[in-house]
């Protein structure tokens, strides 16, 4: 999903980096981020929780 890795990009993180600020696994991430697998609920929650600023919306 080009918009978060364009978010973690923004905020000058790396994957691992990012995965671990939002409380979830390197490969869960990863998946996530090449768009292999859809964010779980509780995946936007942790995100939500910890980067307010980005939209959850934008995975719908």
């Known amino acids: 999903?080009?918009?978060?890795?364009?978010?973690?990009?923004?905020?000058?993180?790396?994957?691992n980096e990012f995965a671990e600020s939002i409380g979830v696994s390197l490969s869960l991430y990863v998946?996530?981020?090449c768009g292999d697998r859809?964010?779980?609920?509780?995946?936007?929650?942790?995100l939500?929780?910890?980067y307010p600023e980005f939209d959850v919306n934008n995975f719908f």
């Open 1 to 15: 999903m080009k918009m978060l890795r364009d978010f973690r990009e923004k905020i000058k993180l790396t994957q």
């Open 48 to 50: 939500k929780s910890k």
């Open 38 to 46: 859809k964010p779980s609920r509780e995946f936007m929650s942790k």
């Open 31 to 33: 998946k996530i981020e």
